[in-house]
């Protein structure tokens, strides 16, 4: 049985008979009447009452038609979901971001993928950059607003550039070295308190970076999972810290944020994804991200630094 014995077998019966049903689907009397009569054999019973000068159906033929249009109701449901599918307008995405790392832009970005997909269902997972380059890989989520990828994970991950973001000197409130700007050379002699390099492999490596340049290595005291602990460490007076300015509008008011002078101090935030898993919805995604214009852009001192105005892939 194929699904056009059941298109023409309901034709006939919308219609009242073959010749009608043979001018509505554009084929011949004859082909319509042999496909409906193989029909019948199949199934064993007769569906039509040919005797009268207009066919009728039979009782058989009236329990068939009603189970007949929900076969083919569903058959043309499946092609629509399937197309739809094709055209990334249903599905699931499930987007990764921390706190700190991910600006206002972003809710704004889902806001508006959720209006132009209302069919896609869409979840969002609160994981440390170095927790979405494990979930990327193995499919816990198909997109990460994160930091730049670092090995093994530049190499079987995507990621494009998409903002920087200006890092800071965090101190106690009253701490004397709290001035409008700092140069990080002026905190050589202090304790620093540090993201764990697990949690944020790219912020931890950034900050070695930046006071390498500054002339010194940072005296790590104490680190924490997130930047929450952190802040929670240099209010109790354990240390210093540095860390993106995000953080700032969320960090308690006993805590003073200062930018730093230093050439470079920025660090990115990147879009993720893996492209083994890049299907309709998530390219539908990516290019909703590409196409917003409203990303901060850091006037960086001294100089711009490499890529700020192109995007990245597997960069770290």
């Given at each position: 049985m194929e699904l056009r014995h059941l298109r023409y077998f309901c034709a006939v019966a919308e219609y009242g008979g073959f010749s009608s049903s043979a001018r509505v689907l554009h084929i011949s009397q004859s082909a319509?009447?042999?496909?409906?009569?193989?029909?019948?054999?199949?199934?064993?019973?007769?569906?039509?009452?040919?005797?009268?000068?207009?066919?009728?159906?039979?009782?058989?033929?009236?329990?068939?038609?009603?189970?007949?249009?929900?076969?083919?109701?569903?058959?043309?449901?499946?092609?629509?979901?399937?197309q739809r599918s094709a055209r990334g307008e249903i599905g699931t995405?499930?987007?990764?971001?921390?706190?700190?790392?991910?600006?206002?832009?972003?809710?704004?970005?889902?806001?508006?993928?959720?209006?132009l997909h209302p069919s896609v269902r869409v979840s969002v997972h609160d994981?440390?950059?170095?927790?979405?380059?494990?979930?990327?890989?193995?499919?816990?989520?198909?997109v990460g607003f994160t930091r730049p990828l670092q090995a093994p994970f530049d190499?079987?991950?995507?990621?494009?550039?998409l903002y920087w973001d200006p890092m800071?000197?965090?101190?106690?409130?009253?701490?004397?070295?709290?001035?409008?700007?700092?140069?990080?050379k002026s905190l050589a002699r202090e304790p620093f308190v540090m993201v764990a390099e697990e949690?944020?492999?790219?912020?931890?490596?950034?900050?070695?970076?930046?006071?390498?340049?500054?002339g010194f290595a940072p005296h790590i005291v104490s680190t924490g999972p997130a930047w929450a602990s952190v802040t929670m460490l240099v209010e109790a007076g354990e240390g210093i810290a540095l860390l993106p300015g995000n953080v700032e509008h969320a960090a308690s008011k006993d805590l003073t944020f200062r930018p730093l002078t230093d050439r470079g101090a920025a660090i990115e935030l990147v879009m993720a994804w893996?492209?083994?898993?890049?299907?309709?919805?998530?390219k539908a995604f990516l290019?909703?991200?590409?196409?917003?214009?409203?990303?901060?852009?850091?006037?960086?001192?001294?100089?711009?630094?490499?890529?700020?105005?192109?995007?990245?892939?597997?960069?770290?």
């Amino acid at each position: 049985m194929e699904l056009r014995h059941l298109r023409y077998f309901c034709a006939v019966a919308e219609y009242g008979g073959f010749s009608s049903s043979a001018r509505v689907l554009h084929i011949s009397q004859s082909a319509i009447s042999e496909q409906i009569a193989d029909l019948e054999r199949e199934i064993g019973v007769k569906l039509l009452d040919r005797r009268q000068q207009k066919v009728q159906l039979t009782e058989q033929g009236v329990v068939f038609l009603a189970e007949a249009k929900k076969v083919l109701a569903a058959a043309d449901q499946a092609v629509d979901m399937a197309q739809r599918s094709a055209r990334g307008e249903i599905g699931t995405l499930k987007i990764g971001f921390f706190p700190a790392g991910t600006s206002p832009d972003v809710p704004i970005i889902i806001k508006n993928f959720r209006r132009l997909h209302p069919s896609v269902r869409v979840s969002v997972h609160d994981l440390y950059p170095g927790q979405q380059t494990r979930a990327l890989s193995d499919g816990g989520i198909d997109v990460g607003f994160t930091r730049p990828l670092q090995a093994p994970f530049d190499h079987v991950l995507r990621s494009e550039f998409l903002y920087w973001d200006p890092m800071m000197a965090v101190f106690p409130k009253g701490h004397p070295l709290a001035r409008d700007r700092v140069e990080l050379k002026s905190l050589a002699r202090e304790p620093f308190v540090m993201v764990a390099e697990e949690a944020s492999p790219s912020l931890y490596g950034k900050i070695l970076a930046l006071c390498s340049q500054a002339g010194f290595a940072p005296h790590i005291v104490s680190t924490g999972p997130a930047w929450a602990s952190v802040t929670m460490l240099v209010e109790a007076g354990e240390g210093i810290a540095l860390l993106p300015g995000n953080v700032e509008h969320a960090a308690s008011k006993d805590l003073t944020f200062r930018p730093l002078t230093d050439r470079g101090a920025a660090i990115e935030l990147v879009m993720a994804w893996s492209p083994e898993r890049e299907g309709p919805v998530l390219k539908a995604f990516l290019d909703l991200v590409r196409a917003y214009k409203n990303w901060p852009r850091v006037n960086m001192p001294k100089r711009r630094l490499p890529s700020e105005s192109s995007p990245q892939r597997g960069a770290s």
